[in-house]
């Protein structure tokens, strides 16, 4: 497996960077020292294109079928809001990938050592320990609640296509969790993006495909249902929570450092990080956009709901049902790599590692079957730790990385004043959107008359628990 590769030092080559001491001169710090540890030789074999397709790969999919559910609540100033997220979070992982530049400018080991904890590396060497475990705290909380979402789509998906085969189409949702979840954990004792790359290229095809044909099916609907669409304005907290579902679907950006470690070369990664956002920005727009056109305010959580049982429909399910399966490997994968590395996992193919993957995708199950509809985790995590680690965090540690270093051991960055201005406009919007939005989920929370999804071990329902 790629975590058992001894590489040659790669990625920064001394033409490429500019003033940077020789390994021999460069100073050893108490930091550098303390993450000697956790590093292992690597040599990445992710290319530009590669690591595009990651990024495609691992933001789409589940995010793309809850934009125009996203838009229906924030009204056509949703589509302002995808756009503007989309430049801030393509932005923030340009920062991210910047900011790991410096670190293997300044410590030589990160050029050749493969960390399984860079974004909480880049926070330790920006605002020391409480930097890194802000980090490790958020990403632990943002990755889980992510792969729980996945789970429930997965499960939703799985149980549209088998609609139509005798007694298993009397499965409920509540009965799809766990079979998807069992289904899933042996593939999660691969080691890291490295070594499932295929899945990152089928994750983006299946999504590419599977949004031409929602496209073309919300286009057969779009004559009977657009004359009796509604578009109501949207209120404070119906904007708001929509406004965290949007986050959600950029959230992506907390995973980008750990497909830079995996680059030939790193320092291409902002490269990856453009034609990524380039292209799910054409991908969302259309799709959120035509869908809220026709469905109005009656847009389901999950768009594929809306349409009508058919061939084409099917066909559609099928596609997202592969990208949410390959995509779950890559959003998990951060998760697992940082928890690891705290219980001091080793790092090659082990029995603890497969003991532990298969407890954590327990608690996933347990917890897919306590809230078995995304809709409320997906404004909430958006609104919270996605936003704080998509849009808050790496402008500021790339803010912090450039300046002075009051140890006088490295030169400060010129960061030009409207790169400020841009850092603060992503923060600022950041902090705001995102307060707005758990308060707006909360008060949802709190209203007897949201209409939440009852646990599935708490009742029985004809459409979310087991059917008789």
């Known amino acids: 497996m790629n975590e058992r590769i001894n590489s040659q030092s790669n990625s920064i080559k001394s033409s490429q960077i500019t003033n940077t ?3 021999q001169s460069v100073p050893v710090t108490r930091s550098e020292t303390r993450d000697s540890n956790s590093l292992v030789k690597h040599h990445g074999n992710l290319t530009v294109l590669t690591g595009t397709v990651f990024i495609i790969g691992e933001v789409a999919g589940g995010g793309i079928l809850s934009l125009p559910h996203a838009v229906s609540g924030a009204g056509w100033f949703g589509i302002l809001l995808i756009a503007l997220c989309c ?3 393509g932005y923030s992982g340009i920062c991210l990938a910047k900011a790991w530049i410096i670190l293997e400018e300044r410590y030589p080991k990160y050029r050749s050592g493969l960390t399984r904890k860079p974004f909480a590396t880049i926070g330790y060497h920006a605002f020391g320990y409480w930097g890194s475990a802000i980090v490790s705290i958020s990403m632990n909380f943002t ?3 992510t792969g729980v979402v996945f789970l429930i789509l997965t499960s939703q998906l799985l149980q549209q296509v088998m609609s139509h085969v005798n007694k298993v189409q009397e499965l409920g949702i509540c009965s799809w969790v ?4 069992v289904s899933l954990t042996p593939f999660m004792w691969l080691g890291s993006p490295a070594d499932f790359w295929p899945a990152a290229y089928t994750a983006m095809l299946s999504t590419i495909l599977g949004s031409i044909f929602l496209l073309a099916d919300i286009g057969l609907q779009a004559k009977d249902r657009v004359s ?7 209120t404070f907290v119906s ?3 929509a406004f965290g579902n949007i986050l959600f679907a950029f959230g992506g950006v907390s995973a980008f450092p750990n497909f830079q470690n995996d680059m030939k070369e790193k320092d291409k990664f902002p490269k990856s990080v453009i034609y990524g956002f380039i292209g799910l920005l054409f991908l969302y727009i259309p799709v959120a956009g035509i869908g809220y056109g026709v469905y109005g305010n009656q847009t389901a959580d999950n768009i594929i709901q809306n349409l009508p049982q058919s061939a084409l429909t099917t066909v ?3 596609f997202f049902l592969v990208h949410c399966y390959t995509a779950f490997l890559i959003i998990v994968n951060p998760v697992l790599l940082e928890l690891e590395e705290m219980l001091k996992i080793p790092k090659i193919f082990n029995w603890k590692r497969c003991v532990f993957r298969t407890a954590l995708m327990a608690a996933m199950i347990f917890t897919g079957l306590s809230v078995p509809s995304f809709g409320p985790i997906l404004d909430l995590l958006g609104g919270t730790t996605i936003t704080l680690m998509a849009f808050v965090l790496p402008p500021a540690f790339y803010w912090k990385l450039c300046r002075v270093d009051p140890k006088g051991e490295f030169k400060a960055r010129l960061i ?3 790169t400020n201005i841009i850092l603060a406009e992503i923060a600022i919007v950041g902090v705001i959107g995102g307060a707005a939005s758990t308060y707006s989920s909360i008060i949802w929370f709190a209203d007897p008359d949201s209409h939440m999804e009852t646990a599935c071990y708490a009742g029985r329902s004809a459409i979310t628990y087991f059917i008789d």
């Open 87 to 89: 430049a801030n979070a």
């Open 316 to 318: 559609i399910d099928c």
């Open 178 to 181: 766990p079979i998807v979840g």
């Open 21 to 23: 001491p020789t390994d």
């Open 416 to 418: 030009p004043l409207y």
């Open 228 to 234: 009796s669409a509604n578009y109501p304005m949207p």
């Open 143 to 145: 990755r889980f609640g």
């Open 239 to 241: 904007f708001f929570k």
